[in-house]
């Protein structure tokens, strides 16, 4: 059975800066694309950024230039890294992989248990 097991997150104040992990493990799963996604209260879920098994990134507008994907094939793992973090960030943060292969794809696929980023003002 395969588990994304997310670490990071948490308290930051704006400017801020935070890193979300996303790992891999049970059976032989492989991350090869990937996707970061958020959802605030009162909010749908919304993917914030995406990695394709090419290396092709995607980032939603609200988060460009100041959010960065990464995959460490070695460890297994997609990293978020997040920069001048605002309160308009915070939101639980997922991680998704499984059968998609582009940095939007939409398939559905394993997600990780979701952590809690707080930005405060």
């Known amino acids: 059975q395969v588990h994304l097991v997310q670490s990071g997150g948490g308290s930051v104040q704006t400017g801020g800066s935070l890193t979300l992990s996303c790992s891999a493990s049970?059976?032989?799963?492989?991350?090869?694309?990937a996707g970061w996604y958020r959802q605030a209260p009162g909010k749908e879920r919304e993917l914030v950024a995406g990695i394709g098994s090419g290396g092709a990134r995607y980032y939603a507008e609200a988060v460009k230039g100041r959010f960065t994907i990464s995959r460490d094939d070695a460890k297994n793992t997609v990293y978020l890294q997040m920069n001048s973090l605002k309160p308009e960030d915070t939101a639980v943060y997922s991680c998704n992989a499984g059968p998609r292969t582009t940095p939007t794809d939409s398939r559905p696929g394993y997600w990780g248990q979701g952590t809690q980023v707080t930005v405060s003002s």
């Open positions: 049970g059976s032989d799963f492989r991350i090869n694309a």
